[in-house]
């Protein structure tokens, strides 16, 4: 059984800095692709960025390539969202996924809900301005 359990979210200034974790469990993850989707208010749950397991191949978002770096520590099973300057517009859930197939990313379906496996239940981001 996949488990996916994200940390690491709260409250932080616009400008500062923020560490996502994302714990993964039940499986050998070196053929997947991991994602990190967000949702705010309102909104739809949207891409932010995605990685592979193995070999590290990275894919973001245009709104926060720069800003958001997507990393893997596979001794740990844990990816990571580091989270600099944040802006009041990155205040959402976070949520990571998993894709069983890691080629995935190099396919339009990694940016889509549809294109992941398994979810994490989520962590809150806010962004004070």
């Known amino acids: 059984q996949v488990q996916l359990v994200e940390s690491g979210g709260g409250l932080v200034q616009a400008g500062g800095s923020l560490r996502l974790s994302c714990a993964a469990s039940?499986?050998?993850?070196?053929?997947?692709?991991m994602g990190w989707f967000r949702q705010a208010p309102g909104k739809e749950r949207e891409f932010v960025a995605a990685?592979?397991?193995?070999?590290?191949?990275?894919l973001y978002a245009g709104s926060v390539k720069g800003r958001l770096t997507v990393s893997r520590d596979n001794a740990k099973n844990t990816m990571y969202l580091q989270m600099n300057s944040p802006k009041a517009e990155d205040t959402a859930v976070y949520y990571c996924?998993?894709?069983?197939?890691?080629?995935?990313?190099?396919?339009?379906?990694?940016?889509?809900?549809?294109?992941?496996?398994?979810w994490g239940q989520g962590t809150q981001v806010t962004v004070a301005s």
């Open positions: 996924a998993a894709d069983r197939d890691a080629a995935g990313i190099f396919s339009i379906r990694a940016r889509s809900i549809g294109g992941y496996d398994y």
């Open positions: 990685i592979t397991w193995s070999i590290g191949n990275t």
């Open positions: 039940g499986r050998t993850f070196s053929s997947y692709a």
